[in-house]
């Protein structure tokens, strides 16, 4: 295939990539959160088989919603063809919601690995994951999830299939959520509740943006101190 599709193998590689990450820090333990994981998946195969693949979205609107396109050859995400853009607009769009899609990804990767570095603590020391980015929200694993695939499905590379599934994915999580939280009330009680009624469920409050962007950070500077007394 032409139009700077086609590429496969990389398409594949991407895949491969996203779905390690997914079921690394995020391994489901029931059939039901193996649906939801599911969901996700079917996100980033349809994702990335259109990025690299065929241009599935671009083909629905030139042949099924006839909106012209006159620059197809390009590979133009879906914002630039709905607003119209010609071809230099096009890629300055393109270009500048990579950056900000990739920024959105980081930050959602970062949560979902600090995230799941507090859980694996708190679990070895028998206690309540409580530090860390579980400081800020009470749910950084799920909130990375969405961080990251608003950045790539919805900022960097839209299409009409990331864009139908990003807020079933939230719906999705956001009931799995309420179902965890049920559970530690039951397990921890009053103790649970306080942190409830002390740390937002997943946007951070606006004083502590900076310490999210810290508690990220902060595996990188806990493995140099390692590395540092081991010297």
């Keep these: 295939m032409n139009n700077g599709y086609g590429y496969w193998p990389l398409a594949i590689l991407s895949v491969v990539a996203a779905s390690w990450f997914l079921y690394r ?18 996100f980033i195969v349809a994702l990335y088989a259109e990025m690299y693949g065929f241009p599935v ?5 030139t042949r ?4 012209d396109v006159p620059w197809l050859h390009l590979r133009e995400p879906l914002w630039a063809a709905l607003l119209g853009l010609n071809p230099a ?9 990579m950056i900000i899609g990739y920024a959105f990804v980081f930050l959602g990767v970062g949560m979902l690995i600090g995230g799941w570095r507090e859980v694996y603590r708190a679990s070895r020391e028998d206690r309540l994951a409580t530090g860390g980015l579980y400081g800020v929200v009470r749910h950084p694993q799920y909130m990375g999830i969405f961080v990251a695939l608003f950045g790539e499905g919805v900022v960097h590379w839209p299409t009409v299939l990331s864009l139908a599934l990003f807020p ?4 999705m ?3 799995l959520a309420r179902k965890e939280e049920a559970e530690m009330v039951k397990r921890f009680g009053e103790e649970y509740r306080e942190y409830q009624r002390g740390v937002p469920m997943f946007i951070p409050r ?5 310490q999210l962007f810290r508690a990220v950070e902060a595996p990188a500077g806990e493995q140099q101190e390692r590395n540092q007394d081991a010297a």
């Design 89 to 97: 607009a096009a890629q300055a769009e393109m270009m500048i919601g």
């Design 57 to 61: 979205t671009l083909y629905l609107l």
């Design 173 to 175: 999580y956001v009931r």
């Design 25 to 42: 820090y995020v391994a489901p333990k029931s059939w039901r959160d193996w649906s939801r994981a599911g969901i996700v998946q079917a």
């Design 206 to 210: 606006w004083g502590d943006w900076r």
């Design 64 to 67: 099924v919603f006839r909106i």
């Design 168 to 171: 079933v994915i939230v719906w």
